[in-house]
């Protein structure tokens, strides 16, 4: 399963900046959803976007706010950036195609806070 | 609440030994998707396997095999003939079936390591 595609790979921000993330899917792909993994964690929803408008949030506060495109892009915005913010931040996208189901994680953008 | 728990923090094996990945979970769903991700240093969940919660039967594709039992809430992942390869970070995970909910619960993974 492939498709989905994350800029920019690598970021280093300064605490109390503001950062954006980039996800790109395939035509088709209405569902997209953003996860946040520390460092030896799993990873922890962040919230997930149908169609355009937020469907589902995790426990984190409103400065992680997020859009999504016609274009089946998607974007995470984070405020006031945090040094525990650092961390792999992974976008996923599914699709549901009759009684298929799929679910697929780019590769990720890892983000260092300092 | 959905939870997922993966007990074993760290597993090594010995290249060509069998091993066994252990994944339980909560949820209070009748329908629901069990998935299994492995993760290489590089940082990429790679999709491995996607189970419905109605299909009980285990599944083989090479050298992996899953054993679903719903009874005891679990979801073991089995590696037969390891090879150096397979050594990387294993995510048991579960997620509600609903069109548009798609909300993935992970375990904390289990690091595998095989030693040439």
């Known amino acids: 399963e492939t498709g989905v595609t994350q800029s920019p790979t690598h970021l280093i921000k300064t605490r109390g900046q503001q950062v954006t993330l980039r996800c790109s899917s395939q035509?088709?792909?209405?569902?997209v959803s953003w996860y946040q993994q520390a460092l030896g964690q799993g990873p922890q929803f962040i919230f997930q976007?149908?169609?355009?408008?937020?469907?589902g949030r995790g426990n984190f506060p409103p400065r992680f706010s997020g859009l999504q495109f016609p274009n089946y892009s998607s974007e995470l915005n984070v405020n006031a950036l945090e040094l525990d913010d650092s961390a792999l931040y992974l976008c996923?996208?599914?699709?549901?195609?009759?009684?298929?189901?799929?679910?697929?994680f780019g590769s990720g953008t890892r983000l260092t806070v300092v | 609440a959905q939870k997922v728990t993966q007990a074993q923090t760290e597993i090594s094996v010995v290249e060509k030994e069998d091993v066994t990945l252990d994944c339980v979970y909560e949820?209070?769903?009748?329908?629901?998707?069990l998935f299994w991700y492995k993760q290489p240093p590089s940082g990429e969940l790679v999709f491995l396997i996607r189970?419905?919660?109605?299909?009980?039967q285990n599944e083989i594709s090479g050298r992996y095999s899953w054993n679903f039992q719903k009874s005891t809430s679990s979801f073991n992942f089995t590696i037969t003939a390891s090879q150096v390869v397979d050594s990387a970070v294993y995510f048991c995970?579960?997620?509600?079936?609903?069109?548009?909910?798609?909300?993935?619960?992970f375990g904390t993974g289990t690091r595998l390591t095989i030693i040439p």
């Open positions: 949820t209070r769903d009748t329908t629901y998707y």
């Open positions: 995970a579960l997620s509600e079936a609903a069109r548009g909910n798609e909300k993935l619960t």
């Open positions: 976007y149908y169609r355009e408008e937020e469907n």
């Open positions: 996923a996208t599914s699709f549901h195609l009759g009684t298929d189901y799929g679910y697929t």
């Open positions: 189970r419905n919660s109605f299909d009980e």
């Open positions: 035509s088709g792909h209405n569902t």
